[in-house]
């Protein structure tokens, strides 16, 4: 059984959105209770990921070695057509990846207890972000 | 036809544990065996990889590389409740992942020869952690 | 219903190859319209990625960012068997990851319009590279 759905969110410039409701509400309503939950962003300038959820100095943290990672108006890139931040949001992409999949079981998705489902954006601005959830069991 | 498995690996401190055999068995008990076998880790300062089977340096010079992609106690860093390794654990985490899936055929793995599948400690310390295994087809 | 391909693609040293068309194709000979596209790699020393599909100094630019993540011949590494690129190309693979997986709807895959998929070979000679897509659905 497969079903599948199309969100859309709202990013305000660099910095992770939790998407971890959205995903749980389409996982209990789901027609099965076991399976993987598979989440897909439409982009390459934003990304997926798990991190934790309780301290939020910890994606402040991580904003901080994604810029040491991919530093904005790197002089190496020759890519720049859209400003400063556009080559680093591609090279953040790579490392945070396009897609993210989780278990859910009992039809509930079996995250730990410290874990969150983020959107991270990594332009400077913010952007409407397609997401294609597809839940298969 | 999917399967759901819970299993512990006991950690002890920074470094990969491979757990391949335990996830090639349960493939090969699958009741379908062609698919995929998703692994998931419960936890945000550890990870998942895939890399080389054969020399255990290659894994000693991964560790010095996630060392230096996200140090310990690094003055940048504002989190660090649970010490200097914490921040770093999770950055390690963002870098190496949450989940692998691996395609089996024939009731096997189809992993490359050199291919292993294991568990990183990102923390200096070890620990108990839950990985979720998956089996669809 | 999951089907499986063994593919095969030829590398030419460093750089990326776009596969894109060859697993689209897979999906609209699918049996099944809606689902996931999981694309393996089953190598250590190369990797599949999600970039932008239009300007190809985006490819350029995070050549330049491997190297600098994982440099060649980095007098820390242990190992260097089979030379310079060895180890940096085992350090590239745990960035970029051995699997991909994509949502097809419509059974047609549901990139965004700026996605394409690529392998990154992270050796500096060219390589005959296997990969296995699994089509779930």
Same mark, same amino acid.
């Given at each position: 059984?497969?079903?599948?759905?199309? @969100?859309?969110?709202?990013? $305000?410039?660099?910095?992770?959105?939790?998407?971890?409701? %959205?995903?749980?509400?389409?996982?209990?309503?789901?027609?099965?209770?076991?399976?993987?939950? $598979?989440?897909?962003?439409?982009?390459?300038?934003?990304? #997926?990921?798990?991190? !934790?959820?309780?301290?939020?100095?910890?994606? &402040? %943290? #991580?904003?901080?070695? @994604?810029?040491?990672?991919?530093? &904005?108006?790197?002089?190496?890139?020759?890519? &720049?057509? !859209?400003?400063?931040? &556009?080559?680093?949001?591609?090279?953040?992409? @790579? @490392?945070?990846?396009?897609?993210?999949?989780?278990?859910?079981?009992?039809?509930? #998705?079996?995250?730990?207890?410290?874990?969150?489902?983020?959107?991270?954006?990594?332009?400077?601005?913010?952007?409407?972000?397609?997401?294609?959830?597809?839940?298969?069991?």
């Amino acid at each position: 059984m497969t079903s599948q759905f199309h @969100l859309t969110f709202n990013t $305000h410039g660099r910095g992770s959105v939790e998407i971890t409701a %959205d995903i749980a509400a389409l996982v209990q309503n789901a027609a099965v209770d076991t399976g993987i939950a $598979h989440i897909f962003i439409r982009h390459t300038s934003c990304g #997926l990921a798990i991190t !934790e959820n309780a301290d939020t100095s910890v994606r &402040d %943290d #991580l904003e901080t070695l @994604l810029q040491r990672w991919a530093p &904005d108006g790197d002089p190496a890139y020759r890519h &720049d057509m !859209e400003g400063n931040d &556009d080559m680093a949001a591609h090279g953040r992409s @790579l @490392l945070t990846g396009t897609s993210l999949s989780i278990p859910f079981g009992g039809g509930q #998705l079996l995250l730990g207890t410290w874990q969150g489902i983020y959107l991270f954006e990594h332009r400077t601005h913010g952007h409407r972000r397609e997401v294609v959830v597809t839940l298969m069991g």
